[in-house]
């Protein structure tokens, strides 16, 4: 009995130890963290995403691993990014120590992905950052392969593809007043929040707006939490801006849109403003938000490929709104992780990571494939452009939300003409009509 006992007592511990220290996959699952603002729309993103994908995959069995099938199990955290960087941290720190996950996806605000791109590469764990854009991050893959090479973007491609899409809406806009209210020369305010994924955008415009053949009358940096931006839409409106090039990711872009709306400012906006991606901007700004024009991953009735409409159609009925470009934690998981797990057979990060960097794969925003820098060295980046990624220009329309852009462009002469199925025209507000009209 005393053997007996001890016996147990011994299987007891090696259980336990088991349970503490034994990796995720021996349970036959696979943890995956989803880190965000959970608080926010573009956390809420990230968590609906990971679940639609999660459950579709689980449904047909899991993900194959070797010779056997493993279930996917998701771990939310909660990191208040937003609003503290410390948060965003510890949140990392728990999903990786406590939660033991084998890999994480998510981040959306860069101060609070730089710090959690560090930990993350402390322990060596994928993370394919579904929020960030500043180019910064994967340059330290280039700079630090051996360190860093665990980093991914997943979603958006960086700022430098996002100011250059954005300043190809500003021209389309731009030339559609100039020919419809002959505007001799378009006049441009920037008015962006103050972040740090801002300043190369504001850099570059002050480059590239003259050289389109337009005047750039100022610039304008409200907080991204500001609850009321009177006194720079009043500026704004002094400078006779015909157009407002908007940078915006957080708050900020709801009360700019309704007060500007409110205000009946004679300019048309135009550039990011991730709050306008949403279903709920339309209410959020009490109809005020109207012909507002902003970058956008999704549309309904907006179609990229074969993969768009079965995503957007299903997110819509699952969750009741369209999915923005967060939850494109979707396609980390369902079309990168996913099928790289079942072709290497394997959760081990370096044999992922030797795949992941140079799989080329259709996800429902167009053709995912990373790049390399000047000089030949591995980014983990996204390549935008015809037959890649290029997202879309979406304009509100009486309370709708249309795809406006690609409507046959051309990124070069040698490159192929790109429209997608749903695309219709920019219309111009009926004020801006009538304060230039001659």
């Not at 860069?110 to 560090?118: G, I, K, N, P």
């Not at 008015?191 to 337009?214: N, R, T």
């Not at 009735?301 to 934690?329: C, I, M, S």
Request: hydrophobic share 45%; charged share 20%; aromatic share 10%.
């Amino acid at each position: 009995m005393k053997r007996l006992k001890t016996g147990m007592i011994v299987m007891a511990a090696v259980c336990l130890i088991l349970a503490i220290g034994f990796p995720a996959w021996a349970a036959n699952v696979i943890k995956i963290g989803v880190i965000g603002p959970m608080n926010d729309m573009q956390g809420k993103g990230h968590w609906n995403g990971a679940t639609m994908a999660a459950e579709e995959i689980n449904a047909k069995g899991g993900v194959r691993v070797g010779k056997k099938k493993m279930k996917i199990e998701l771990v939310k955290a909660d990191s208040n990014e937003i609003l503290s960087v410390t948060d965003a941290a510890n949140a990392m720190e728990r999903l990786i120590t406590k939660d033991k996950v084998d890999l994480v996806i998510g981040g959306f605000r860069t101060e609070a992905v730089l710090a959690m791109q560090d930990i993350a590469m402390d322990y060596k764990k994928i993370f394919i950052d579904c929020g960030a854009a500043t180019p910064v991050l994967c340059e330290k893959v280039a700079q630090d392969y051996k360190r860093y090479k665990y980093f991914f973007r997943g979603t958006p491609f960086n700022s430098n593809y996002l100011g250059k899409t954005s300043f190809i809406h500003l021209a389309t806009v731009g030339a559609i007043l100039k020919k419809s209210l002959n505007i001799p020369q378009v006049k441009v305010a920037v008015v962006g929040e103050k972040a740090m994924w801002v300043e190369p955008m504001i850099k570059a415009a002050e480059g590239v707006i003259p050289k389109m053949g337009m005047e750039m009358v100022g610039v304008w940096r409200p907080s991204p939490v500001a609850t009321d931006v009177t006194a720079e839409l009043t500026a704004v409106q002094q400078s006779g801006a015909h157009v407002i090039f908007t940078v915006f990711s957080s708050s900020v872009g709801i009360p700019f849109a309704r007060q500007a709306g409110e205000l009946k400012i004679p300019a048309m906006q135009v550039g990011i403003n991730v709050e306008a991606q949403k279903d709920g901007f339309w209410q959020a700004t009490q109809g005020m938000g109207n012909y507002v024009f902003t970058m956008n991953t999704y549309a309904r009735g907006v179609e990229y490929n074969e993969l768009t409409a079965p995503f957007v159609d299903t997110y819509v009925k699952r969750f009741g709104e369209t999915p923005t470009y967060t939850a494109d934690t979707y396609a980390a998981i369902k079309y990168s992780l996913a099928p790289a797990i079942e072709k290497t057979g394997t959760l081990n990060a370096d044999k992922l990571v030797a795949f992941m960097e140079n799989d080329v794969h259709k996800v429902p925003s167009g053709t995912l494939a990373y790049f390399k820098d000047a000089e030949g060295r591995p980014l983990h980046d996204l390549t935008w452009g015809p037959g890649y990624l290029t997202s879309l220009g979406v304009q509100w329309q009486d309370g709708e939300l249309k795809g406006v852009w690609p409507n046959h462009w051309k990124a070069t002469e040698a490159a192929p003409e790109i429209t997608y199925k749903g695309i219709v025209p920019v219309k111009i507000p009926p004020w801006v009509i009538e304060a230039y009209k001659k």
